[in-house]
């Protein structure tokens, strides 16, 4: 690991840092970074070594040339970037934390119940009380319809920093908690999954293949044919379907989808579960390709997930019983016991190496010694998750039950949603069962309290709403490619800690700016309106049926572990996640036990988000291209088709960022936003 490695790093960072908010919701473009693959990270790397590289090696004798394990490095630093400016982190902070104000002045209840006003301080922005105000009217107002024009943008000196400063001196350290803490996890958990358990890490075996061999060359994947045709393919494809939003009279499109819809009324349980995914598979190239480097009943599961979820769903619509809506509710409970079950047989089938760790991290002797990274790992992850515990009781006034409940339900989503990318290449995941939500349902309304609810919620819309864009999906992958490069994983966290620092710096100022200057993306509903809004709208229900049953007071009364001897725990909540608990550990008993088992757990874990709905019909068409190929061309013919499969992936990753410049240069020369166009999942 070098010096100019790092600093190359760095300055990726900056660049996404600065431009993915922009991107996203300026320009209102295919978002920048949108999952755990990147395709302008990793379309920025092929692009890079295509033409730099081959001129590097011109010069001077090839030493300005990068090796692959410097390239690895600055892969690693501006994946760990890429967990902050989006979805990860900004997205959702810097809009829950002025919306509310907004959503308030057109909701009495909000302002009878004096919710607002109940928000710890520095969880919202700092607001002068009372009616509307120039200072109050800068922050919100300007936040919303922003304060520059079309010929000139507003000033930083005009950007209301001070209001700001609370808000990002509560939420920052606590993310830099978070994510550092889970950075210590990916060092441990890489280890055992990779070394132990032999997970295939589709996404770093596809880097791998990329980078220079040892002596210098371009890696042998840029010599196959196959590769290049699966490259020139999907170009072909998608810049064709790209002009034909422009010029549709001109040009016939490649369909990547099927159109079933006609059907639906043939199948009255599916409708009632609202399975409209099912009646028109969309087809994205690059899961179908990874899907061919997986096991048939791994593909197989995830394509049936979201199929069998619907008929569950559309089974109990027909008895009238609601799966969705406010917490809780079936669904959520059904992925959270899901997830929690996924957990324990993780924990199991590495216990003999996580307690090793466990023991080492704690100074205890360890017959046999872990790897001294891990120990450091250990300890990163012990200490931030204290420390995030501790800032929870103190800052957010969370009892220590519930602080701590918080903490493991998010550390162990985060888990297995890495485990999922790690083994199945699945590189868009989501988990809605946020910490709030579960707890409402298993503790009860009277012993959690609505203001315990009202500051989970807001914890949890800040920091996992929608954690496609994980830090520890991007770590666990990253450890991965350092170790198929050979790079000190140890020396490489430290030059990650640096990177996440530095994200965080540049991210909020930049994103707050752009913001102010061109006012917030109102026309996106889910962020704009429904996630600021959720932490009051079920505080405030929670109060109103409390007050219905008359035990308000009661629950306000409650303190410490009264609460818990009140816990009254939903009786729909406790059965959905007794099932979802039980199929997870039955398909992975299953798997154990017999050898042709059909089924993997992965099927109820990613089923019910809108990932899965997305990616089914992906998986099953990579599951059946697959089974075709080993069935009647054998592993000789599997093998050969390797390259054709990183080559529509690495066709795909071109192919949007150069898309991805050509919408720039629109933007920049006609001051309009162009239409925007989806190559990967999003």
Not at 260 to 268: A, N, W
Not at 458 to 468: G, I, N, Q, T, Y
Not at 622 to 636: E, S
Request: include cysteine.
């Amino acid at each position: 690991m070098t010096l100019r490695a790092v600093l190359l790093g760095l300055l990726g960072t900056v660049g996404v840092c600065s431009v993915t908010y922009f991107n996203d919701w300026v320009m209102r473009q295919t978002p920048f970074i949108g999952s755990a693959m990147p395709f302008t990270v990793y379309g920025g790397l092929i692009v890079l070594l295509l033409t730099a590289q081959p001129l590097l090696r011109r010069i001077r004798g090839g030493r300005w040339a990068l090796s692959g394990k410097e390239i690895a490095v600055v892969l690693v630093l501006v994946l760990a970037a890429c967990s902050i400016p989006g979805s990860g982190f900004i997205r959702y902070f810097v809009k829950t934390a002025v919306l509310p104000y907004y959503h308030e002045k057109t909701t009495p209840a909000w302002q009878e119940h004096k919710l607002l006003e109940r928000v710890p301080p520095g969880m919202l922005v700092r607001v002068p009380p009372g009616e509307a105000s120039a200072e109050k009217d800068q922050v919100v107002n300007g936040f919303v319809q922003g304060m520059g024009s079309a010929d000139s943008h507003v000033s930083p000196a005009r950007i209301p920093w001070r209001n700001w400063l609370p808000a990002i001196a509560f939420w920052v350290p606590l993310a830099l908690l978070l994510w550092l803490g889970m950075l210590g996890l990916a060092v441990v958990l890489n280890r055992q999954w990779s070394d132990h358990e032999q997970l295939p890490y589709p996404l770093a075996a596809f880097a791998h293949a990329l980078l220079p061999e040892p002596d210098g060359s371009s890696a042998s994947i840029f010599r196959n044919r196959l590769f290049w045709c699966g490259a020139v393919t999907m170009m072909v494809v998608h810049l064709n379907n790209y002009l034909l939003i422009w010029f549709p009279e001109k040009l016939i499109e490649i369909p990547l989808y099927l159109d079933f819809t006609s059907l639906r009324p043939l199948f009255p349980t599916l409708s009632r579960g609202d399975a409209w995914y099912v009646f028109r598979p969309s087809f994205f190239m690059s899961v179908v390709a990874f899907a061919f480097f997986l096991s048939t009943e791994v593909s197989i599961s995830i394509a049936l997930g979201p199929i069998v979820i619907a008929l569950i769903i559309g089974f109990l619509a027909g008895y009238g019983i609601a799966a969705g809506g406010p917490a809780p509710n079936i669904t959520d409970n059904i992925s959270f016991g899901a997830f929690l079950a996924m957990l324990l047989v993780l924990l199991f089938t590495g216990r003999r190496f996580y307690s090793q760790v466990a023991r080492a991290t704690l100074g205890l002797p360890a017959p046999d010694r872990p790897p001294p990274e891990t120990v450091w790992g250990g300890r990163m992850f012990l200490a931030c998750m204290s420390l995030f515990v501790l800032f929870l009781m103190i800052f957010a006034r969370l009892e220590w039950p519930f602080a701590l409940a918080a903490t493991g339900i998010m550390v162990m989503a985060f888990v297995v949603l890495s485990r999922i990318v790690a083994e199945t290449g699945c590189f868009f995941v989501q988990y809605y069962a946020v910490p709030a939500a579960v707890l409402v349902g298993l503790i009860g309304p009277a012993a959690l309290g609505a203001q315990t609810a009202m500051i989970l919620f807001l914890c949890s819309c800040v920091l996992m709403a929608d954690p496609r864009e994980a830090f520890l999906s991007f770590m666990v992958n990253s450890c991965k490619v350092l170790d198929l490069r050979q790079v000190p994983v140890l020396r490489a966290s430290r030059a990650v800690i640096l990177a996440v620092v530095v994200a965080f710096a540049v991210a909020v100022p930049v994103t707050l700016y752009v913001v102010y200057d061109r006012g917030a993306s109102m026309w996106e509903w889910y962020c704009t309106t429904n996630i600021p809004t959720v932490p009051f709208r079920e505080a405030l229900q929670m109060e109103q049926r409390l007050e219905a049953q008359g035990r308000l007071q009661e629950a306000v009364s409650l303190h410490g572990l009264d609460r818990l001897a009140a816990i009254a725990p939903d009786r729909k909540a406790l059965l959905a996640l007794a099932g979802g608990f039980g199929v997870v550990l039955l398909m992975t008993a299953g798997r154990l036990r017999f050898s042709k088992w059909p089924f993997h757990p992965v099927m109820f874990l990613i089923g019910n988000s809108w990932a899965g709905v997305s990616l089914w019909a992906s998986f099953m068409a990579g599951g059946v291209v697959k089974g075709l190929v080993t069935h009647y061309g054998g592993v000789v013919v599997y093998n050969k088709l390797k390259p054709l499969m990183f080559g529509i992936i690495a066709g795909e990753m071109i192919t949007g960022l150069v898309l991805l410049g050509v919408s720039w240069i629109y933007y920049f020369v006609t001051g309009e936003p162009p239409k925007p166009f989806l190559i990967l999942p999003s």
